[in-house]
C-alpha cells in the first residue's frame, strides 16, 4: 500500500472571522492511498489552532510511509493508522478519509453504508455568518434564506452588545429559520447566561449554543446549562470518548469533527458514547474542500445538527460532490466517498 499528496490553496469566498481569529486563506494536502490499483483520498487542511502546517502535515505523511507499506489491505492499514497516537487527528483523519474512501471503492458502495446508514437522507446544513455589523448579518442571512438555507449558525463572542444586536438582526430577517450561535469559547459562564436570556426574551429560539466558554471546565458548561434555555452543545471539550463520558449531564450534546477527532473510527466510537451518556451529536468541520467535508457528510445520519458548510465558503472548490449550495447536503450514491476533481 503507498501513500501521496498534494499540496493546494483554498481561499474564502468573503473572510470569516469568530471570536479568536480571522481567516481568509488556507491550504489543503490531499492524501492519496493506492492498493492494488484503487485509489482512496482524504484532505487535511493547515489549522494554527491545530498547530498543523503544510510542512508538519507532509513531514508526518513522510512517516506513515512505511507503516502503511507493511499493511496487506485496508482494514490492517486503518488498525496501524490508529494505533500510532502520535499522529495528530487532523492528519489521520485524512489517511482515516481516504482508507475509507478505498474500502467503499474496493467494496462497491457508499462510505455511509459502512457506518451504519444504509440508506442515505438529503440533509440540510447550517450556514456560518462570521462575526460582523448587525446590519451586515442580517443581509447576509437574507441573501442565505433566499438560496434555500433554513439553518444558520451566527458567530459571537467578541462583544456581548454586537452579538446580541446580530442575533437579533438575523432573526429579523429571517423569522423562520433555525439558529445556532457559537461563540468559540469567547463568553465567561456569567455572560454566556445573560446574553442567551436577552436573546431569548427578545423572541428569537436558538436552536443550539455552541461552546459558550473556553474549553475545560466541565462544571462551569454544568452551571450554564442549568440556567440556559437552549440546548448546550460542547465542541473543544469534546474530543474523545473519556471526554464525552465526563461531560453526562452537563450539556446537551457534543459537536463531531474529524479533524479533531481523527477520522470516521473514533468520530463512529464517539457517537456511540455519546447516545450512551444521552448525548445528541452535532456534526462540525473546519474550511476545506468538498474532499475534505465528505466524510463527515456521509456520518449526517447519526446527527441531530448537522454544520457541514466548509466547503461553501470557498471562493472556489477544486472537488464536487456532496451539494450543499442551497442549503442541502446530497450525496450521488457512488461507491467511496462520492467526490470528484472539477
Known sequence: MRIDWEVYGLELETPLRISR?????????????????SHGHGE????????????????????????????????SAL??????????EGVRGAVDAALHDLIGLRGGVPVHALTGVPRWRDTPTAYTIGITAPDDAAVRARALAGRG???LKVKAGADPERDVAAVAAVRAAVPDARLVLDPNGGWSPDETVRVVDRITAAGAVLDAVEQPIPPGDPDALAWIRERCPAPLVADEDAATVADVRKLAGAVDGVNVKLAKCGGLRPALEIISAAREAGLDVMLGCLVASSLGIAPAVHL???????????????????????????GTLRLSGAPGLGVVRR
Open 79 to 88: 488498525d496501524a493508522l490508529h494505533a500510532d497516537a502520535t499522529i495528530p
Open 44 to 75: 487535511v487542511v493547515t489549522s494554527t489552532y491545530y498547530r498543523l502546517d503544510v510542512e508538519t502535515i507532509t513531514s508526518l505523511l513522510d512517516r506513515l510511509r512505511p507503516v502503511l507499506g507493511d499493511a496487506d489491505s485496508p482494514k
Open 149 to 151: 438555507f433554513s439553518v
Open 21 to 37: 481569529s480571522v481567516m481568509s486563506r488556507r491550504d489543503a494536502v490531499r492524501v492519496v492511498v493506492e492498493h492494488d490499483g
Open 300 to 326: 449526517a445520519g447519526h446527527a441531530r445538527w448537522v454544520d457541514l458548510d466548509g466547503h461553501l465558503l470557498l471562493a472556489h472548490d477544486p472537488w464536487s460532490g456532496i451539494g450543499g449550495e442551497d
